[in-house]
């Protein structure tokens, strides 16, 4: 095993899955693991870069967030608004969604074509006391096709 790698003693959290690595580090997440909130977080991102019909074994899984870049802006926020919302909601019970927004990213290099951010805000669906935690945000890039 490599030197500082994770072991199941160093999960703390009932809620972890492997680290993702990150965008532009390739290898980054191997041997680490995300636990809590960052599993969450983590999990939201998967759902929401997922096309729906890319898993095989659960085909409605995903968010097809890529088929509003080329609708017209008022079409496309409401409709990824729409998609953000019904995804996370069926596949992320952990999650209760305070708000989604998506907005186009402005670029003055005509050569990237059009890009949106969604801001997603949830807070963890907890019982008790608890439940009035911290508000998380989770935000995403859809590239252009």
């Not at 960052?38 to 968010?63: M, W």
């Amino acid at each position: 095993m490599p030197a500082g790698a994770i072991t199941l003693a160093d999960i703390t959290s009932a809620d972890w899955s492997l680290a993702l690595d990150q965008p532009g580090d390739p290898g980054s997440g191997i041997g680490n693991v995300v636990q809590g909130v960052a599993d969450v977080n983590q999990c939201i991102q998967i759902i929401l870069t997922t096309p729906k019909g890319s898993d095989p074994l659960r085909p409605t899984f995903g968010a097809d967030l890529w088929k509003f870049l080329d609708a017209p802006i008022n079409a496309a926020i409401s409709a990824i608004v729409t998609e953000v919302t019904t995804a996370i909601t069926q596949w992320e019970p952990r999650v209760k969604l305070t708000s989604v927004t998506a907005a186009p990213i402005i670029d003055s290099s005509a050569q990237s074509g059009a890009r949106m951010s969604v801001n997603v805000s949830w807070r963890l669906q907890l019982t008790g006391a608890a439940a009035a935690g911290p508000s998380q945000q989770t935000v995403i890039v859809i590239p252009a096709p």
